[in-house]
């Protein structure tokens, strides 16, 4: 694909996304390992500087700040802010800096982060511990009487006994049978790639089930794949809507009735999930069953010429079937609109490791990517970091998209958010959601 990829809103994808449309993948991942790793693949927990990495070494401290930013998102709904003023006397990695403002993780206590030195079993469950004290309620303090079953249960450091336990009576981490018969916690044992995405995923499974608000709407709750595959058929499983028959442009709901244009922009969210999904838990578990669900639209649009000239043209999109008409309808207001805006380029559909991706979803489109940046402001609204994109100038370049212009206009109208004014820390100019995402 040639538009940017996409990892929600998460920073942790918009800082180190490459170009691939998929999670990148561990080498040489152990047998036992494989599916909670896919899992965590599926959930969208896998950094892209994973890739090509072996699976079977240690993680780092740095490279775990990446997954756990990943997992408090997904976990909390809450969109990780990029920080950049560093603590640390020996790292400036905005990852790193933004995991510890959050309160995920801490320093050495001497001014410095070490990224480079791996965690051990307990330091690993007291960042767990950490993403789980952000998440709404309280987790109370876990039974620490439950570790004197293992006989290593006086290993354990008082620091972090409450998290240790927490993540046992919840299944994250389980005890290790010795030689001799005995079951040992080894607290003190280091962790593995493949491992820290195991009780990531394991994490999500056990804790993310209950809906957790976001920074500007009510985020869908995070659900591992082997939960959803556990879900009874019924209202509260994931349904998907089948693929437009003889090239039809427009596909339907489960209940057979499309989102028509004229209702689009009035739906409440939970009306859209169902329409779209026909449940109220969104998405797709596999690429096939999300290619399964979207269709090809061809819609008008306006080319610029080098001449300055405008002609009229057409453009091809991959998009949830369901939306197809909302679509079609979008983009035939832009044609008809007096700027006769120009488009260069544009995407919907293509498969994201991130199972919140909208993108992932069919549900969002990016245009003249390039031209409409993707970035994080700071407080007084000035940019501080560009993830996608160079600029964004309406008024000079002709592919820059107004805000008050006939793009905006138009997918409002028919109930998209844009991403130029739907976040606080954030402004994505080419990207329209119809969940705001």
Same mark, same amino acid.
């Given at each position: 694909?040639?538009?940017?990829?996409?990892?929600?809103?998460?920073?942790?994808?918009?800082?180190?996304?490459?170009?691939?449309?998929?999670?990148?993948?561990?080498?040489?991942?152990?047998?036992?390992?494989?599916?909670?790793?896919?899992?965590?693949?599926?959930?969208?927990?896998?950094?892209?500087?994973?890739?090509?990495?072996?699976?079977?070494?240690?993680?780092?401290?740095?490279?775990?700040?990446?997954?756990?930013?990943?997992?408090?998102?997904?976990?909390?709904?809450?969109?990780?802010?990029?920080?950049?003023?560093?603590?640390?006397?020996?790292?400036?990695?905005?990852?790193?800096?933004?995991?510890?403002?959050?309160?995920?993780?801490?320093?050495?206590?001497?001014?410095?982060?070490?990224?480079?030195?791996?965690?051990?079993?307990?330091?690993?469950?007291?960042? #767990?511990?950490?993403?789980?004290?952000?998440?709404?309620?309280?987790?109370?303090?876990?039974?620490?009487?439950?570790?004197?079953?293992?006989?290593?249960?006086?290993?354990?450091?008082?620091?972090?006994?409450?998290?240790?336990?927490?993540?046992?009576?919840?299944?994250?981490?389980?005890?290790?049978?010795?030689?001799?018969?005995?079951?040992?916690?080894?607290?003190?044992?280091?962790?593995?790639?493949?491992?820290?995405?195991?009780?990531?995923?394991?994490?999500?499974?056990?804790?993310? #089930?209950?809906?957790?608000?976001?920074?500007?709407?009510?985020?869908? =709750?995070?659900? *591992?794949?082997?939960?959803?595959?556990?879900?009874?058929?019924?209202?509260?499983?994931?349904?998907?809507?089948?693929? =437009?028959?003889?090239?039809?442009?427009?596909?339907?709901?489960?209940?057979?009735?499309?989102?028509?244009?004229?209702?689009?922009?009035?739906?409440?969210?939970?009306?859209?999930?169902?329409?779209?999904?026909?449940?109220? /838990?969104?998405?797709?578990?596999?690429?096939?069953?999300?290619? *399964?669900?979207?269709?090809?639209?061809?819609?008008?649009?306006?080319?610029?010429?080098?001449?300055? /000239?405008?002609?009229?043209?057409?453009? /091809?999109?991959?998009?949830?079937?369901?939306?197809?008409?909302?679509?079609?309808?979008?983009?035939?207001?832009?044609?008809?609109?007096?700027?006769?805006?120009?488009?260069?380029?544009?995407?919907?559909?293509?498969?994201?490791?991130?199972?919140?991706?909208?993108?992932?979803?069919?549900?969002?489109?990016?245009?003249?990517?390039?031209?409409?940046?993707?970035?994080?402001?700071?407080?007084?609204?000035?940019?501080?970091?560009?993830?996608?994109?160079?600029?964004?100038?309406?008024?000079?370049?002709?592919?820059?998209?107004?805000?008050?212009?006939?793009?905006?206009?138009?997918?409002?109208?028919?109930?998209?958010?844009?991403?130029?004014?739907?976040?606080?820390?954030?402004?994505?100019?080419?990207?329209?959601?119809?969940?705001?995402?």
């Amino acid at each position: 694909m040639g538009w940017k990829t996409w990892g929600g809103a998460m920073l942790a994808a918009a800082l180190v996304a490459g170009t691939a449309p998929q999670a990148c993948a561990l080498t040489g991942v152990s047998a036992w390992a494989k599916a909670e790793v896919s899992r965590a693949e599926t959930a969208g927990l896998v950094p892209d500087t994973f890739d090509r990495l072996a699976a079977q070494e240690d993680v780092s401290r740095a490279e775990f700040c990446n997954v756990m930013l990943r997992l408090f998102e997904e976990a909390t709904g809450r969109m990780a802010e990029l920080q950049t003023d560093s603590p640390f006397a020996d790292t400036d990695d905005p990852i790193v800096v933004s995991a510890s403002a959050l309160g995920l993780v801490s320093g050495r206590g001497d001014g410095t982060f070490d990224p480079d030195a791996t965690i051990t079993r307990q330091e690993l469950c007291v960042m #767990l511990g950490n993403v789980l004290r952000q998440m709404p309620g309280d987790p109370g303090q876990a039974d620490v009487d439950a570790l004197r079953a293992y006989a290593d249960a006086g290993v354990v450091a008082a620091w972090a006994q409450n998290d240790v336990a927490a993540m046992v009576d919840s299944g994250v981490i389980s005890g290790i049978t010795e030689g001799d018969g005995s079951i040992t916690l080894s607290p003190e044992d280091t962790t593995t790639r493949e491992q820290s995405l195991i009780l990531a995923v394991r994490f999500l499974s056990a804790y993310a #089930l209950e809906e957790a608000p976001g920074n500007d709407s009510e985020a869908p =709750p995070a659900i *591992a794949d082997d939960l959803v595959a556990q879900m009874p058929a019924g209202e509260d499983s994931v349904q998907t809507a089948p693929a =437009p028959d003889n090239g039809s442009q427009t596909g339907s709901t489960t209940d057979g009735t499309p989102i028509l244009p004229e209702e689009a922009g009035s739906l409440t969210e939970e009306q859209k999930l169902a329409r779209v999904f026909g449940s109220a /838990t969104p998405g797709y578990d596999s690429p096939e069953q999300a290619e *399964a669900a979207m269709a090809d639209i061809t819609v008008p649009v306006w080319r610029l010429q080098s001449d300055g /000239t405008k002609t009229a043209d057409t453009m /091809t999109l991959t998009v949830n079937a369901n939306l197809a008409q909302v679509y079609q309808a979008v983009f035939e207001e832009i044609f008809a609109g007096e700027e006769q805006f120009p488009l260069k380029n544009g995407g919907s559909y293509a498969w994201r490791s991130n199972a919140r991706s909208e993108h992932r979803w069919g549900t969002a489109v990016d245009l003249n990517w390039e031209e409409n940046m993707e970035c994080y402001i700071d407080a007084s609204g000035a940019v501080t970091q560009i993830t996608t994109g160079t600029h964004w100038t309406p008024g000079e370049d002709p592919y820059s998209i107004p805000a008050d212009g006939d793009v905006v206009r138009a997918f409002k109208k028919y109930g998209f958010a844009w991403g130029g004014d739907a976040w606080p820390s954030k402004r994505d100019y080419m990207h329209f959601s119809y969940f705001g995402r």
